[in-house]
């Protein structure tokens, strides 16, 4: 469990980045961009939660 949130915190970094370097460039940022972003965090928020549930 631990290695999927590290997964998913890797690819969260590697995706803000993407972002970023579109604002830097003076490109929008596609508004599907924003639900993906929301869907990486959901992962890790639903990944967090389900660690701390079973090390109980």
Do not use: E, Q, T
């Not at 915190?9 to 972003?37: N, Q, T």
């Amino acid at each position: 469990m631990l290695y999927f949130l590290i997964a998913v915190a890797m690819l969260l970094l590697v995706y803000a980045g993407v972002l970023v370097s579109f604002v830097r460039k003076g490109r929008k940022i596609p508004p599907v961009a924003y639900l993906v972003l929301a869907a990486l965090n959901g992962l890790i928020l639903a990944g967090v939660l389900a660690w701390a549930i079973a090390a109980r």
